[in-house]
């Protein structure tokens, strides 16, 4: 029998701390991954041969299925219990871990990471889900903050991770025959580690009024979302963005993507509840996160070929380049609950999106002899607004949803968070690309007339590919000269492209700041329920482990949303 008085007292789960500790730990392996990997990309392309859009594939693989079933998990565990969908989604993601490590091919790559992200979307809506049931609301931005403190973390300290273990490749390569494959070997143990400490502490929570599973916009919705990724990152092949086989499928996928809103909004029992993006609130902090995600992600992707190919970093001081990020992100996220209490979410939210746009404009001013400080000094200032953003955009997004819905809901956040994430890659990643081609076309044109066009078409591809035929034509007898000529010649071209990128991404981001400026409302953070003037409700033991918070807590929410789903008057 488990005493669970925490639920209508007001003070949350007794080990709730230990609860967010754990679940941490579960989300750490899920986002570690995806940056782990791109420290690992430049390897992986000369291993498997692979072209840069085979490349974007094998992150957005991940990324799109992670996308697109977010929701869906996020109900499933609504109705099963998100205990059980969490202990399901980390022995998929860490048996499909352990397959991609033996990947013989770039197909095979991209097949497996997309299982894994079948895995990883259970993960993140019931992580957070779990953390708002368990701690009461004036605790939830705390909560919350540390929770997204761990992400940023995540997200810088997976290519420290992936450099160390490239290093080592002999840790791995005798069992996968390949330098690689550590990179997602490292995750079975955690993941093990992580169902363990799972069954141990966690417990189970569940929406005893769940709503029935959205199967055709499930469907709709990934049918949408590929067609858009597929469109945009076809353009990396075709190096036209006008062209029928990009457009075509770019928009279709916006006309299916719209039709897939057009009917959730319509359905009485809908997976992405389209009625949320009614509360501008809520509305405005997702544009921020999202936004932020999208510029964060396309950023990690292409700068990993800046510091290991441009600046010949090895894997593992590349990796050691992101740690100011992780510290950013480490000191403002925890902190940024009280910094909301003094300031307010607009404000804190704000300086936080102009942090970014500053460091995104740095990244646009790198050359090839940037003195170190500077780009480490950039990533700090990148992770600190970061941390700024997702944990109070993150706050108020949990703190307008019911609590009987917090799976659901907290899966349409992170869904939209993810879809932006994914189309930063694809965009970033497909605009470096045909920017790269263009560049770079000028000083394949210099090389000698016996170099086959073919193979000068081939260079073109990607820097790597263009280092490699450059090494080729050396062997073949190219002065040194020339050589080194053309290969300043090419870096300097990617540098440009990738200044461009830049560039895009802080004029979204930039856009973002002046969105949440202006447009977020004020929201007061949460208070004790004795500091509202509300005397906790008295308890009464349960009988069973599972935790109907709908009938405890009732549809207590805090901030815009109140008990009968309108706008509270602020």
């Avoid at 820097?463 to 090419?490: F, H, K, M, R, Y």
């Amino acid at each position: 029998m488990d005493d669970t008085r925490w639920m209508t007292s007001g003070e949350g789960h007794p080990r709730r701390w230990a609860i967010l500790g754990v679940l941490v730990v579960s989300l750490l392996i899920v986002v570690l991954d995806n940056t782990v990997l791109n420290i690992a990309l430049p390897t992986i392309q000369h291993d498997l041969g692979a072209t840069q859009g085979e490349l974007v594939w094998a992150v957005d693989s991940y990324i799109l299925v992670f996308a697109s079933l977010l929701f869906t998990w996020g109900v499933i565990g609504d109705r099963v219990g998100r205990k059980k969908v969490l202990l399901i989604g980390l022995s998929i993601f860490g048996a499909a871990s352990a397959i991609c490590a033996f990947s013989e091919s770039a197909g095979m790559l991209i097949g497996f990471r997309a299982v894994m992200g079948v895995g990883g979307a259970a993960v993140l809506p019931t992580t957070l889900a779990i953390i708002t049931v368990v701690f009461p609301p004036h605790e939830r931005g705390k909560a919350i903050g540390a929770w997204a403190g761990a992400v940023g973390a995540a997200v810088a300290l997976g290519p420290v991770l992936g450099g160390l273990l490239l290093e080592h490749p002999q840790w791995s390569s005798w069992l996968t025959r390949n330098d690689w494959g550590s990179v997602f070997l490292i995750n079975v143990p955690i993941v093990i580690i992580g169902i363990i400490a799972i069954i141990r502490v966690v417990p189970e929570t569940r929406n005893p009024q769940p709503r029935r599973l959205d199967v055709p916009g499930l469907v709709i919705s990934v049918a949408g979302l590929v067609l858009l990724i597929y469109g945009i990152i076809h353009a990396s092949e075709t190096k036209e963005w006008l062209a029928a086989s990009v457009l075509v499928p770019i928009i279709a996928g916006i006309l299916v993507i719209t039709l897939f809103l057009v009917l959730e909004a319509r359905s009485d029992h809908s997976s992405f509840d389209v009625s949320l993006f009614r509360n501008r609130g809520y509305a405005v902090s997702l544009v921020a996160v999202s936004l932020s995600f999208f510029a964060l992600s396309g950023i990690t992707f292409s700068l990993p070929f800046y510091l290991q190919i441009l600046r010949g970093y090895s894997t593992l001081i590349a990796g050691l380049c992101f740690v100011p990020f992780a510290v950013g992100q480490l000191l403002a996220a925890p902190r940024s609950a009280k910094m909301v209490s003094k300031f307010g979410y607009r404000a804190v939210m704000t300086t936080g999106l102009v942090l970014v746009t500053l460091s995104l404009l740095g990244l646009a001013r790198l050359q090839l002899d940037s003195p170190l400080w500077f780009l480490l000094l950039v990533f700090f200032v990148f992770g600190f607004g970061m941390g700024n953003v997702i944990a109070p955009g993150s706050t108020v997004m949990q703190n307008v949803l019911p609590l009987a819905r917090v799976g659901a809901g907290s899966a349409v956040q992170n869904t939209v968070r993810q879809v932006f994430g994914a189309l930063g890659v694809a965009i970033i990643g497909t605009i470096l690309a045909t920017q790269y081609a263009a560049n770079v076309a000028p000083v394949l044109d210099d090389l000698p007339a016996g170099v086959p066009a073919d193979v000068k078409d081939a260079a073109g591809e990607s820097i790597i590919a263009t280092v490699a035929v450059l090494g080729e034509v050396g062997d073949a007898g190219l002065p040194a000269s020339a050589l080194a000529q053309a290969q300043a010649g090419a870096f300097e071209a990617f540098l440009s492209a990738s200044h461009v990128t830049s560039l895009i991404s802080m004029t979204i981001v930039a856009i973002a700041a002046i969105i949440v400026g202006f447009l977020l409302p004020y929201i007061s953070p949460p208070t004790k329920p004795m500091e509202r003037g509300v005397a906790p409700v008295p308890s009464n033991p349960a009988d069973e482990l599972v935790i109907h918070e709908a009938e405890s807590y009732g549809e207590e929410v805090v901030g815009e949303y109140v008990d009968d789903g309108g706008p509270a008057k602020e």
